[in-house]
């Protein structure tokens, strides 16, 4: 979709994970009581010449599933 509606090819992407208490407005939406601890997970794209292309923060609130996280570039 970035590629296509603004030209822009993704090279890289970096992912972060901890574990914190989760925003008020985050909790809120995903329905758990305010103060719950959760992971947020931050994910960075970058394009040619390390130009940002986007950031993302997700709210993942406690959950007995594993999450599998990698680094991206083209061709790995």
């Known amino acids: 979709v970035i590629r296509r ?4 090819s993704v090279q890289r992407i970096q992912q972060f994970l901890r ?4 925003p008020a407005a985050a909790c809120g939406v995903l329905k758990v009581p305010k103060g719950t601890r959760g992971s947020k997970l931050q994910l960075y794209a970058a ?8 950031y993302q923060d997700a ?3 406690p959950n007995p599933c594993r999450l599998r996280l990698a680094d991206w570039t083209p061709g790995s």
């Open 19 to 22: 574990t914190e208490r989760l």
């Open 59 to 61: 709210f993942i609130p």
């Open 47 to 54: 394009g040619a010449g390390g130009r940002p292309v986007y």
């Open 5 to 8: 509606e603004y030209n822009v």
